[in-house]
């Protein structure tokens, strides 16, 4: 544990905490995949973790299309107040839609649909925190992401100003000058990522996950 999860505060604390979550997550969840019972797990989400901000964080990291979160691009961080558990993202590079699909050259109608035979998204490797919350909470996770959709942060509109408000903080031609650069289109960057998110709304219209957006030809089908 000392040498697997670098800790980034407190070295005197050790790992013991650490261990204990993890641990006891992974006997309730093997215990619950193999009962079908969930409630000790859900409990123990509930009790160990603050579960609003654990809710909201994988409802909306899920609509980011996320492909690289399952052993890593996340910090576990325990809140000294109440000792309650929380994630926070770390690298969300080529999420809304661009892995495997998007780019300037895009003409919108190949989006990354997960790997074939491989439900994680990634080389089999599995994210037991979020699998395990969203085996014990998933009508709770559909219900919040309709929520947010419909007057919260996941709707279009307020995703497409969030898009051009960052879009404006960009210098094209800071971005040209580095040495590391590589050729880019920023407004053909910007529509692919508004209209994905015109299509994820309506992948919460439909609701259901396996659907393709209703009347439209972009081929996405929800995480």
Not at 69 to 98: A, S, V
Not at 111 to 134: A, C, L, P, T, V
Request: include cysteine; charged fraction near 25%.
């Amino acid at each position: 544990y000392k040498y697997t999860y670098q800790r980034l505060t407190n070295d005197w604390n050790g790992t013991r905490e650490l261990r204990q979550m993890i641990e006891t997550l992974n006997t309730l969840r093997a215990a619950a995949a193999m009962s079908g019972n969930y409630s000790a797990l859900r409990n123990y989400f509930m009790t160990t973790f603050d579960y609003q901000k654990l809710l909201d964080y994988i409802a909306i990291r899920n609509w980011s299309q996320p492909w690289d979160d399952q052993f890593h691009n996340h910090f576990l961080y325990r809140r000294l107040g109440d000792g309650k558990w929380l994630l926070i993202p770390q690298d969300k590079d080529r999420e809304f839609g661009e892995h495997f699909g998007w780019s300037p050259q895009s003409t919108g109608k190949s989006f990354y649909m997960g790997e074939q035979g491989d439900m994680d998204n990634r080389n089999g490797s599995w994210n037991h925190i979020k699998d395990g919350f969203i085996k014990s909470f998933r009508a709770e996770i559909l219900a919040r992401i309709a929520e947010l959709d419909a007057n919260g942060v996941l709707n279009p509109t307020t995703v497409k100003a969030k898009i051009d408000e960052a879009a404006a903080t960009f210098s094209v031609t800071d971005y040209n000058a580095s040495p590391a650069a590589l050729p880019c289109s920023l407004a053909g960057e910007l529509m692919p990522m508004k209209v994905w998110a015109d299509c994820r709304h309506q992948d919460v219209l439909d609701a259901a996950a396996s659907a393709k957006c209703a009347g439209s030809t972009c081929g996405l089908k929800a995480d």
